[in-house]
């Protein structure tokens, strides 16, 4: 049985059916599981970061807020099945972050959509699901 579950979750339709996967799975042991809610925002161009710099600005502060906006919904869902959860946003390579996430909280199992947001993106540096398959310690479901 699976006590802690990572859903990295980006509002895409393959992340949506991650979400609903995990909520499948859960009823029979949701007192005993918690799912970390995880969204990866890309880290900004450093301009970015130079262009905020002389005004009070807060640059983290308003990607963490968009980050929790996205995980609003998914959030919900969990509530109203009663699943215990956590929020976690984090910057960075989303690949990169999950991995480590995964290890320094020692997860037991992933769940992540086979395809985010970033198609483009996907297409020239290999998918987020792709990576984390390779890197991370535990497994992994990947949801189509």
Known sequence: MYKKILLPYD????SERALQEVVKMV?????????????????PPVSVYQ???????????????????????????????????DLDV?????A?????????DNYDLIVMGSRGMGYIKELMLGSVSHKVLQHT????????
């Open 96 to 104: 990169h972050e999950i991995c480590l996430q995964s290890k320094m």
């Open 11 to 14: 509002g895409s339709p393959h």
């Open 27 to 43: 009823p029979e042991w949701k007192q005993d599981v918690r799912i970390t809610l995880m969204h990866v925002v890309p880290s």
């Open 137 to 144: 310690h535990c497994p992994v479901l990947i949801v189509k």
């Open 51 to 85: 262009l905020y710099l002389k005004t009070d600005i807060n640059v983290d502060g308003i990607i963490e807020r968009q980050g929790e906006e996205v995980l609003e919904k998914a959030a919900a869902l969990l509530q109203e099945k009663g699943i215990l959860y």
């Open 90 to 94: 984090k910057v960075g390579d989303p």
